[in-house]
């Protein structure tokens, strides 16, 4: 991601809570970015706990399995003692169970990525989370922001990866399927093409990112998650949605409750 002119900027500060080589690397990579600052590292829950305490980073990457005491109970207690105050926490984890998945996101993580990850990725998520990505179109509102923190939360629980481009192009097909309820009947035609002139693609590698990311999330076998998110049993092993179908239903879930 370009760094230019970021001293216009807010630094995001970062603490890095992690027991393995993630820690080294992540603190080598954002060292080289000039939007970031690396202000402290442990391998050690306790002792995380204390200086996120002391420092107040704005984001927190940490690990589930940590020694002393878990990054479970990191959160409870940072949860505990700051309140709304607490520093946005992403979960990078070794750690890929979906009840610890719904464990950490119930404490209020922003995000769960699994190791492996790329560092981008990463550096992606964090953007996402404080909203400094920069997009073509106008800049997101709040509103925007915590619709896609929703989005991205569903694509957690049913078990699409955020590496894959399908992702991307998927949470854009919902936004504008809330934003635009009668694209749906216009898949091919207008949804499709909209998203790849946003992304520099084509529309036919939207369509078949859109599916694969889709099959993935099957092929994990997590379609009673999917069916507990719309409180109901939509699909069974042998049942798997279309693009469109999966777009509207997420769609559908959104304008229903609000956001």
Request: hydrophobic letters at 40%.
């Amino acid at each position: 991601m370009e760094t230019n002119n970021s001293s216009s900027k807010r630094r995001i500060k970062i603490y890095i809570a992690d027991n393995t080589d993630f820690k080294n690397k992540a603190i080598a990579y954002f060292e080289t970015k000039d939007n970031f600052e690396i202000v402290g590292s442990s391998d050690d829950g306790q002792k995380a706990f204390i200086d996120i305490c002391a420092l107040k980073p704005d984001a927190v990457l940490m690990e589930c399995v940590l020694p002393s005491i878990d990054g479970f109970v990191v959160m409870d207690k940072l949860n505990e003692r700051m309140g709304s105050n607490r520093p946005k926490i992403i979960i990078v984890s070794s750690l890929s169970h979906d009840g610890f998945v719904a464990k950490a996101m119930s404490q209020g993580a922003s995000y769960f990525l699994c190791k492996p990850v790329e560092l981008t990725i990463v550096e992606q998520r964090i953007n996402d989370v404080f909203d400094l990505v920069e997009k073509k179109e106008e800049k997101a509102k709040p509103k925007n922001r915590i619709l896609e923190e929703k989005i991205s939360n569903i694509f957690i629980t049913v078990g699409i990866p955020a590496h894959i481009k399908g992702y991307q192009f998927l949470r854009e097909a919902i936004k504008m399927a809330i934003d635009e309820p009668e694209i749906i009947n216009s898949i091919t035609k207008k949804l499709y093409p909209a998203i790849a002139e946003r992304f520099d693609t084509s529309s036919s590698k939207v369509e078949r990112a859109i599916r694969h990311a889709i099959e993935v999330a099957w092929n994990r076998g997590k379609i009673e998650n999917i069916n507990s998110i719309f409180g109901l049993k939509v699909y069974t092993s042998n049942d798997k949605p279309t693009n469109g179908e999966f777009i509207a239903l997420v769609a559908d879930k959104m304008i229903i409750e609000g956001v």
